[in-house]
């Protein structure tokens, strides 16, 4: 069974900089498309980023040029490195996975799907 755990979340003030880190189980030998997500209350969730199995990515129009996903393989680890960060950036970031391809024009990057996993999502505070 898939398991994501993220953390690195807390509060920063603007212009500064967070790494979060989403701890990846179950998806030893398959296909994944892995990306960040960030959600504020009253706001629909957004797309930030994907990655694909060969370390292709893409980035949302929002985020590009701060924020950059990378992945350690040997540990399984999903990490955001977010830089220049802005106060209407608050939110509630969460990593998702599937079993699939990254569909890289498609909404969600093709991750949100009924068999995705998501983790419990790791709180980012941007002070002004």
């Known amino acids: 069974q898939v398991h994501l755990v993220e953390s690195g979340g807390g509060s920063v003030q603007t212009g500064g900089s967070l790494r979060l880190s989403c701890a990846a189980s179950?998806?030893?030998?398959?296909?994944?498309?892995m990306g960040w997500f960030r959600q504020s209350p009253g706001k629909e969730r957004e797309k930030l980023v994907a990655?694909?199995?060969?370390?292709?990515?893409s980035s949302a129009v929002s985020v590009k040029g701060r924020f950059t996903v990378s992945k350690d393989k040997e540990n399984n680890i999903l990490y955001l490195q977010m830089n220049r960060l802005k106060p209407d950036e608050t939110a509630t970031y969460y990593c998702?996975?599937?079993?699939?391809?990254?569909?890289?024009?498609?909404?969600?990057?093709?991750?949100?799907?009924?068999?995705?996993?998501w983790g419990q999502g790791t709180l980012v505070t941007v002070a002004s």
């Open positions: 179950g998806y030893t030998g398959s296909t994944v498309c």
């Open positions: 990655i694909d199995d060969e370390d292709r990515s």
């Open positions: 998702a996975a599937v079993r699939s391809r990254c569909y890289w024009a498609g909404m969600d990057y093709g991750i949100n799907t009924p068999s995705s996993a």
